[in-house]
């Protein structure tokens, strides 16, 4: 005798439809009831945080760390507007930004002024310090800044002081430690990091003077022999508060005192951040 099986087969494939129905639906709402952590920030910080955000998320499921990038002005006029708004306190009418994280502690000075970020909420978390670097092949290297006075035979890669920052606080460093005149007519000047590393890879200079992450960016070619201390030459400091309408300032503060962590900071360090106010992970020299 045959049987028709067709009436089980509809029966299973409506099953598995109703299943696939199922699970999309809590997948959507799982979506839905994820919470967005809102950073606007400045783009030269796009590596550090990008890695803050996935290490809060890992300890936090049901938050989602967004990051908006815009260069320092442009970021001040987007706070701006949106603060002043009549059509109420969102980030280009999709939600609310959280923190302001932009490139040095300038603009968050500024944003306080302007009560654009809550009193209070400042938290520096990381520093860039001046390192001096040479190719990874070099055997005999100098193991100070001190040291570039003492070798007249050493020429030094560095970043033009008068049309880069790396430049200007290149200059500083050397002046606060007193061998800028010594070392004048050594210098070869470069228009940005990545220069820097090609004249001492090319043989152009025997060493280099970089900012940290800049230097942890190209370890595979270079090594870093010398770390600059913050008592000799300020260092850029990064610092990050919490936005006047943000939703959420339970939440806000958690990630704020995250950033300042032994995790957080663990994490900054292998990516060339010194801790702000403290040591480096690298090591100081003079």
């Known amino acids: 005798m045959k049987h028709d099986h067709s009436g089980d087969i509809a029966a299973k494939a409506n099953r598995v439809l109703c299943c696939v129905v199922m699970l999309v639906g809590?997948?959507?709402?799982?979506?839905?009831a994820l919470e967005q952590l809102v950073i606007a920030a400045s783009p030269s910080l796009a590596?550090?945080?990008?890695?803050?955000?996935?290490?809060?998320?890992?300890?936090?499921?049901?938050?989602?760390?967004?990051?908006?990038?815009?260069?320092?002005?442009?970021?001040?006029?987007?706070?701006?507007?949106m603060e002043n708004s009549t059509q109420g306190k969102y980030f280009i009418g999709s939600g609310p930004i959280?923190?302001?994280?932009?490139?040095?502690?300038?603009?968050?000075?500024?944003?306080?002024?302007k009560?654009?970020?809550?009193?209070?909420?400042?938290?520096?978390?990381?520093?860039?310090?001046?390192?001096?670097?040479?190719?990874?092949?070099?055997?005999?290297?100098p193991a100070s800044f001190d040291a570039?006075?003492?070798?007249s035979s050493l020429r030094i890669a560095v970043g033009d002081?008068?049309?880069?920052?790396?430049?200007?606080?290149?200059?500083?460093?050397?002046?606060?430690?007193?061998?800028?005149?010594?070392?004048?007519?050594?210098?070869?000047k470069a228009s940005d990091p990545r220069s820097v590393v090609d004249h001492i890879l090319n043989g152009q200079a025997n060493a280099g003077i970089l900012l940290g992450p800049d230097a942890v960016m190209e370890s595979q070619r270079i090594r870093i022999v010398a770390v600059s201390r913050r008592e000799v030459v300020m260092p850029i400091v990064h610092s990050m508060a919490m936005?006047?309408?943000?939703?959420?300032?339970?939440?806000?503060?958690?990630?704020?005192?995250?950033?300042?962590?032994?995790?957080?900071?663990?994490?900054?360090?292998?990516?060339?951040?010194?801790?702000?106010?403290?040591g480096s992970s690298l090591g100081d020299n003079p």
């Open 148 to 151: 570039l006075a003492k070798d």
């Open 243 to 278: 936005e006047r309408f943000c939703p959420n300032r339970a939440l806000c503060t958690e990630f704020l005192d995250f950033i300042r962590s032994p995790d957080a900071q663990a994490a900054l360090n292998r990516l060339g951040y010194a801790s702000a106010g403290s």
């Open 115 to 141: 009560y654009y970020v809550l009193p209070g909420t400042r938290r520096p978390y990381a520093e860039e310090r001046l390192v001096m670097v040479v190719p990874e092949s070099l055997v005999e290297a």
């Open 161 to 188: 002081p008068d049309l880069t920052v790396l430049g200007q606080k290149t200059k500083d460093l050397l002046v606060a430690l007193g061998i800028w005149e010594q070392v004048q007519g050594r210098l070869d």
């Open 98 to 113: 959280h923190l302001i994280a932009p490139g040095g502690d300038e603009l968050i000075t500024r944003l306080e002024q």
């Open 26 to 32: 809590s997948i959507a709402s799982s979506a839905l």
């Open 47 to 81: 590596s550090p945080l990008t890695a803050l955000g996935r290490l809060f998320e890992s300890s936090h499921r049901n938050v989602r760390v967004r990051l908006y990038f815009d260069s320092g002005l442009d970021l001040r006029r987007t706070i701006a507007g």
